[in-house]
């Protein structure tokens, strides 16, 4: 009978593991990203992306977007979402004349994410749009004075979806 016990309290603990949620604090993840990305534009000489709150608006549309249909994207079906243009016009970006976008998704553990981990998850993601031309294009360019950045998380593929706007006023 006690091993029945014990074998099935280990049979529960493995499920309430394995059904874990994710614990992931985005703003901390976007400012490791955004802190890296920084870094690297001021050894280029250019001036620091600033945060903006309807760049990530448009950022975190394009995150769920990508959650809701589970696959990258830079467009949208509805066409006042279109492309990352409308999406920081439906956001309430009128002043925005010049804008990027890059996604990403990475598979990654649901856990409670301390901020060591982020730290390393942020490293991970940078490193991907570093090693990429068009989305390292985006990262530095001289053209963009504002970044966000936003996240979605798919329990069941396991899956972070990132998307960063740039943006410029």
Do not use: C
């Not at 001036?47 to 394009?62: G, I, R, S, T």
């Not at 994207?73 to 979402?81: C, D, L, N, Y």
């Amino acid at each position: 009978m006690k091993n029945t016990i014990t074998l099935l309290l280990l049979f529960f603990s493995i499920i309430t593991t394995t059904a874990q949620e994710m614990q992931l604090n985005d703003a901390a993840l976007e400012i490791e990203i955004l802190h890296l990305i920084n870094q690297h534009r001021k050894t280029l000489k250019l001036n620091p992306l600033e945060k903006d709150v309807v760049l990530q608006k448009a950022a975190q549309d394009q995150s769920n977007y990508m959650l809701k249909i589970k696959r990258l994207s830079h467009e949208q079906t509805a066409a006042a979402k279109k492309h990352p243009k409308n999406r920081i016009q439906f956001h309430g970006g009128l002043d925005f004349h010049t804008y990027g976008e890059n996604v990403l998704y990475l598979t990654v553990e649901p856990k409670n994410y301390a901020q060591s981990d982020i730290v390393l998850l942020a490293q991970k993601i940078y490193t991907e749009w570093e090693i990429s031309p068009p989305h390292y294009a985006n990262m530095i360019s001289d053209e963009y004075a504002y970044a966000s950045l936003a996240f979605a998380f798919d329990p069941k593929s396991r899956r972070l979806y990132a998307t960063t706007v740039f943006g410029n006023k």
